[in-house]
């Protein structure tokens, strides 16, 4: 059974959340889950993050690692042909492209490879303009009120 979600009524009443709700949905549809290479997510500080993949066997020269817009693209695709007859044959590898969505101003700030881990460290940078910042209130002083002038007229009895 498969359950999905109709985003419909936050398109009417949203302004400005388009790419938010397409991401939902886009997720909401996925239907084969590969689960190959495993991978961590971790938050390391406010506005930093941290990729973890475990990629045994691959080498430097056998992994790409891409980012355009709000999308990472990790890859791996093994370089030479075995042609060793196993007996048994349980690693894995075999190509693979994992694709991960960042959010606005998230870039990738380094990647290394040690013992079989690639490592992504991810920042939120977000831009000077787009920081919240304090506005001072100035004070203008009142101008003093202007006596009302009279015009003065002799006064008759009645």
């Known amino acids: 059974m498969?359950?999905?979600f109709d985003f419909t009524p936050l398109f009417r009443s949203g302004i400005g959340f388009d790419r938010m709700l397409n991401a939902l949905e886009a997720a909401s549809r996925v239907?084969?889950?590969?689960?190959?290479?495993p991978y961590?997510?971790?938050?390391?500080?406010e506005d930093d993050y941290r990729i973890t993949m475990a990629v045994a066997g691959f080498s430097q020269d056998e992994l790409d690692i891409t980012q355009e817009q709000n999308m990472l693209m990790v890859s791996g695709q093994k370089?030479?042909?075995d042609s060793a007859?196993?007996?048994?044959?349980?690693?894995?590898?075999?190509?693979?492209?994992?694709?991960?969505?960042?959010a606005d101003h998230v870039k990738v700030v380094n990647a290394s490879l040690v013992n079989g881990l690639l490592t992504i460290d991810l920042k939120r940078?977000?831009?000077e303009e787009m920081k919240p910042r304090r506005i001072e209130i100035g004070s203008v002083k009142a101008?003093?009120?202007?006596?009302?002038k009279q015009i003065e007229a002799d006064k008759q009895a009645a």
């Open 2 to 4: 498969r359950n999905t």
């Open 79 to 81: 370089a030479g042909e």
């Open 40 to 45: 961590d997510i971790a938050k390391k500080g």
């Open 85 to 102: 007859e196993y007996l048994h044959h349980g690693i894995a590898e075999r190509a693979f492209r994992r694709r991960f969505e960042l």
């Open 125 to 127: 940078e977000i831009p």
């Open 31 to 37: 239907e084969t889950v590969d689960n190959w290479p």
């Open 143 to 148: 101008k003093p009120k202007a006596e009302a």
